[in-house]
């Protein structure tokens, strides 16, 4: 089967791969769309986890089953289906734990381009389908059930790793669209005052439409002051870090406040061995200021419920897609595209109709 991997770092290209093979428990899946992420950029050009040659990346997409294991009950061949970026295998030891997203060990929950080859291919396989997939509703547009699977779980997860509480001053630093949806999902948990920073104008401009109440710009001076002044000093009750580097770690400490302040990690960092926590900032270590920082979850049931905040209007998510291809030969572009990020970008979609491909 034909498919997108990667080469060597700096290098991917279409290849030729075998069929995947579903145990009892999986089942094979064609894509139907499907949005390559900056974390498939950060993997293949900016020194992310190493993978072996031709491996396949990527890991949103919505399909349909074209192959069940004989342990399969609740899926068939045709259904079509949501597949989640975190495929946890349930069966760990550490699920009893409540460890879902590193049961079997660091990252275990994102098989998807993590551990195995992911969905930039005419086929894929989804471990533990009954747990893992969810049926694509018939009355929710592509583009908004795609957004769940990684983009809408992952803000999400940034809004409940901050604890965020009714009445609270948040800031989400880094409006891309998990940025984009961990300002939705701070709205929804109860904030009152949210800063948004960035300088994109569409994603300003979806900011403000999914809940920011003020815009911050780096390009205005040091963002933790701004906050500070704008808050008279007292910083923020949570921060939310969705984009930057290092040096942006240090800042979501530096504008959180003392006695309470929650900072939650929802962005993956690349060059750099260290995070920085700045010692006055952090109380000398006793600021009795939190940091969290976690993969998003994933698995069936909280898509399930992603898909009822679209369906009961809670939710737009996918007014972040800004750029359509259609045909399963476009997806390199739009891959190439997610690296380059021109300003009028927030997601790419790739729609593939296999009729017209044969």
């Excluded at 970026?85 to 994102?110: D, M, Y």
């Excluded at 940025?179 to 994603?203: E, N």
């Excluded at 403000?208 to 008279?232: F, H, M, R």
């Excluded at 800004?322 to 891959?335: I, N, R, S, V």
Aim: glycine share 12%.
């Amino acid at each position: 089967m034909k498919a997108l991997g990667l080469i060597k770092p700096n290098l991917v290209a279409w290849i030729e791969k075998e069929r995947p093979i579903a145990g009892p428990y999986d089942a094979i899946i064609r894509p139907i769309a499907i949005a390559p992420c900056s974390s498939d950029v950060h993997t293949a050009f900016e020194g992310g986890a190493e993978k072996p040659s031709g491996f396949v990346l990527g890991h949103e997409a919505v399909g349909e089953v074209v192959e069940v294991g004989e342990l399969v009950n609740e899926f068939k061949v045709g259904d079509k289906v949501v597949v989640p970026a975190g495929t946890p295998n349930w069966r760990a030891r550490g699920i009893q734990e409540h460890n879902f997203k590193h049961a079997g060990g660091p990252f275990s929950g994102l098989e998807l381009s993590g551990s195995r080859d992911g969905v930039f291919a005419e086929l894929f396989m989804v471990n533990d389908a009954d747990n893992n997939l969810a049926l694509m509703p018939e009355d929710i547009s592509i583009e908004d059930a795609l957004m769940t699977v990684d983009m809408v779980t992952t803000g999400f997860s940034g809004a409940e790793l901050a604890d965020i509480k009714f009445g609270d001053t948040v800031c989400v630093i880094g409006i891309g669209p998990v940025g984009l949806m961990a300002v939705a999902g701070a709205k929804l948990r109860g904030a009152a005052r949210i800063f948004a920073v960035g300088t994109r104008p569409d994603c300003v401009t979806l900011a403000k439409e999914y809940g920011a109440t003020d815009i911050i710009s780096y390009k205005d001076g040091n963002i933790a002051k701004q906050v500070l002044e704008l808050t008279s000093g007292r910083g923020t009750d949570a921060t939310i870090i969705a984009g930057g580097n290092a040096e942006t770690f240090a800042l979501a400490v530096a504008m959180t406040r003392f006695g309470g302040g929650n900072i939650a990690n929802i962005n993956y960092f690349t060059g750099s061995d260290y995070l920085p926590i700045p010692t006055l900032a952090f109380g000398r270590g006793m600021a009795g200021k939190t940091i969290k920082g976690d993969l998003c979850e994933g698995g069936r049931v909280r898509i399930e419920r992603l898909l009822n905040m679209i369906r009961y209007g809670r939710i737009q998510p996918g007014k972040m897609v800004t750029h359509k291809f259609y045909g399963f030969d476009k997806l390199e572009e739009a891959f190439y595209l997610m690296r380059d990020k021109p300003k009028d970008l927030i997601k790419t979609v790739v729609y593939i109709d296999w009729n017209k491909e044969k």
